[in-house]
Antibody
Framework: QVTLKESGPVLVKPTETLTLTCTVSGFSLSNARMGVSWIRQPPGKALEWLAHIFSNDEKSYSTSLKSRLTISKDTSKSQVVLTMTNMDPVDTATYYC???????????WGQGTLVTVSS | DIVMTQSPDSLAVSLGERATINCKSSQSVLYSSNNKNYLAWYQQKPGQPPKLLIYWASTRESGVPDRFSGSGSGTDFTLTISSLQAEDVAVYYCQQYYSTFFTFGPGTKVDIK
């Protein structure tokens, strides 16, 4: 069965770099045409897509956050890592990772991890 | 980027009544080569991650009750809950996957009247 689990710090200080890890099971990051997306949701607000990476290592980033984001994967560890630099209190949100299936659908989601940015 | 808008922001419907949510994209999400609309709907209940309900604008995900239906093409789409149940209270989001830069609508909150 497909599962995704986000992990990372619950609290970061302003200007610090956030590193989040998505550990997947039930599928391989090398499966053709599959990928993993990161999406965030500030408390009480809407979903915002951040980035994704595919099995062929193709990557895409949110236009508004591109300069601050880096996505990578370690297929042998079944992990996708997202880094976001220069964190600010407005970046406080629940961060989700989700699987992109062969049809570009976000069909499985992790439970999310709440990251608070505060000094 | 493709901008997604939804209306209304929220609605309250009596149990057993119909709920209708609209979604509009700033450009067509219909891919002419396969005649598919790259539009999905998600349901998010409090404290839970979003759940995929409908894709290709009108195809229900496995296990989704048939009271949920999607329609529309090009830039205008609708999610309909034909007979609202208590467990349908949630926020509903549309999302386009036509562009490699995915975008979500702002969400519509559905409550019981």
């Amino acid at each position: 069965q497909v599962t995704l689990k986000e992990s990372g710090p619950v609290l970061v200080k302003p200007t610090e770099t956030l590193t989040l890890t998505c550990t997947v099971s039930g599928f391989s990051l090398s499966n053709a045409r599959m990928g993993v997306s990161w999406i965030r949701q500030p408390p009480g607000k809407a979903l915002e897509w951040l980035a994704h990476i595919f099995s062929n290592d193709e990557k895409s980033y949110s236009t508004s956050l591109k300069s601050r984001l880096t996505i990578s994967k370690d297929t042998s560890k079944s992990q996708v890592v997202l880094t976001m630099t220069n964190m600010d209190p407005v970046d406080t949100a629940t961060y989700y990772c989700a699987r992109i299936d062969g049809e570009w659908l976000l069909d499985y989601w992790g439970q999310g991890t709440l990251v608070t940015v505060s000094s | 980027d493709i901008v997604m808008t939804q209306s209304p922001d929220s609605l309250a419907v009596s149990l057993g009544e119909r709920a209708t949510i609209n979604c509009k994209s700033s450009q067509s999400v219909l891919y002419s080569s396969n005649n598919k609309n790259y539009l999905a709907w998600y349901q998010q209940k409090p404290g839970q991650p979003p759940k995929l309900l409908i894709y290709w604008a009108s195809t229900r995900e496995s296990g989704v009750p048939d009271r949920f239906s999607g329609s529309g093409s090009g830039t205008d789409f609708t999610l309909t809950i034909s007979s609202l149940q208590a467990e349908d209270v949630a926020v509903y989001y549309c999302q386009q996957y036509y562009s490699t830069f995915f975008t979500f609508g702002p969400g519509t909150k559905v409550d019981i009247k």
